[in-house]
């Protein structure tokens, strides 16, 4: 068993916390109390993602097993979590009925009224039907949060809370234009062609007569590595053309996506276009998967109406993605400007670095040392410049090896994730 003094990443907590469920349901009671206790060392007071997750659910500590129960099954695509198989770990784990654990996998529960369990396969009851995760509780748990949003709590704010169970989407303010986001040349360049395409419309397709050959679409494809700006770009180009941004929000929107999702999606391209705003469609690889990989004829059907919208909506469209190769073909021809995001250079590292630091912390760090050593995303230098300043609190003063500690513990995070998930 690991002897880190901390977690590196969630996913290694994660798997400590499977491992844990697995003692106790062997009845290996000593060693379930010895890894309870590494756990405890090993987060040393942190809140990790699934932490987190159970606390904004308000989760028992049976729903917090089933979550474990079930991500263990997700993790394991060979085999399928029927309800009686999780209801029998559930009643061996808190020696109860597992007629009594049925009322967790009821609709008005917790866990399937909040769409963090979903009914893959309806057996007609609890007991044969087959249950699942919902791909976004994933990947909060193993702690991918791919976007410049999610670091500090401040830029949060841009958010209008979502206080409809059914919103669908987050309206942002833009609050960053194109000249605070850092990226190369070649990407610069393709974003000045979005913007030139979206200024002289009218010009290209009407005047020029465009239209009669090519697609009039507005539609943007970013793809990359996580962490490259993606989304931030997102938010500045919206700036630049003085609108809203409505982001889809994926939970809300697959969970509906098993028979309201022409009221849902309709919905979004329609309050899009009477606000004229900026439709961002993130992750969009969760949604416009492939068609021809789709054995379930319901999602299939989904994207179908999606891409149905897609033809009619005259507004601007953006999706990201970091896996490209699994979007259905049929975007293609409706994408009129792919924009590739890849990993920062030394350069765009060091000016990361400069816009990232605090102007009044005080340090010794070397912005200009730190990007030659350390192949870091925009992303992970926000990550490792919280963590740096957590070292360096205590004593009023962050230094340069604490920083480079920090950038160790992030890489060494990364690679573990990478490693260890199919979702990432």
């Not at 049976?62 to 263990?72: G, N, R």
């Not at 979903?118 to 994933?138: A, H, P, Q």
């Not at 970013?222 to 994926?250: C, D, H, I, W």
């Amino acid at each position: 068993m690991s002897k880190k003094t901390s977690y590196g990443s969630d996913i290694e907590y994660v798997r400590d916390r499977m491992v844990l469920l697995q003692l106790k349901l062997a009845g290996n009671k000593e060693q379930a109390k010895e890894l309870e206790t590494r756990i405890d060392e090993r987060k040393k007071g942190r809140e990790l993602a699934f932490d987190s997750l159970v606390r904004e659910l308000d989760l028992d500590e049976i729903e917090e097993s089933i979550v474990l129960i079930l991500l263990s099954y997700d993790l394991n695509p060979e085999e399928d979590a029927f309800g009686k198989d999780v209801l029998d770990k559930v009643a061996k784990l808190f020696n109860m009925d597992p007629l009594e654990a049925r009322r967790y996998f009821y609709s008005s529960g917790r866990l399937l009224s909040n769409d963090v369990v979903i009914i893959e396969e309806d057996g007609n009851t609890t007991m044969s039907s087959i249950y699942s995760l919902n791909e976004w509780v994933i990947r909060r748990i193993l702690g991918q949060n791919d976007g410049a949003w999610d670091t500090f709590v401040e830029e949060e704010e841009r958010y209008e809370p979502v206080e409809r169970k059914n919103e669908i989407f987050r309206t942002i303010e833009p609050a960053v234009s194109l000249k605070d986001v850092v990226m190369n040349e070649s990407t610069k360049e393709k974003i000045n062609e979005a913007l030139s395409q979206i200024k002289y419309y009218k010009r290209i397709f009407e005047d020029w007569g465009a239209q009669e050959r090519f697609t009039k679409s507005l539609n943007f494809l970013f793809y990359g590595p996580p962490g490259t700006g993606k989304t931030y770009t997102a938010e500045a180009l919206a700036k630049e053309m003085g609108k809203k941004l409505y982001m889809v929000n994926y939970p809300k929107l697959i969970s509906m996506w098993l028979g309201n999702t022409e009221k849902n999606v309709e919905r979004a391209f329609k309050e899009a276009k009477e606000n004229d705003a900026v439709l961002l469609f993130d992750e969009a690889d969760a949604m416009l998967r492939d068609r021809s990989f789709m054995f379930y004829n319901g999602l299939y059907e989904s994207v179908n109406v999606l891409l149905s919208e897609l033809d009619r909506f005259d507004g601007v469209v953006i999706f990201t993605t970091n896996q490209a190769t699994l979007l259905d073909k049929a975007l293609d021809r409706r994408v009129s400007l792919k924009v590739p995001f890849e990993l920062p250079g030394e350069k765009e590292r060091e000016a990361l670095w400069r816009i990232y630091l605090p102007r009044d912390l005080p340090t010794d760090v070397d912005p200009g040392e730190l990007a030659k050593s350390f192949n870091l995303t925009g992303a992970q230098i926000k990550n490792v410049i919280i963590s740096a300043m957590r070292k360096g609190a205590p004593n009023n003063f962050v230094t340069m090896k604490e920083f480079t500690k920090a950038c160790k513990e992030e890489l060494m995070g990364a690679k573990s994730t990478k490693a260890g998930s199919q979702y990432l």
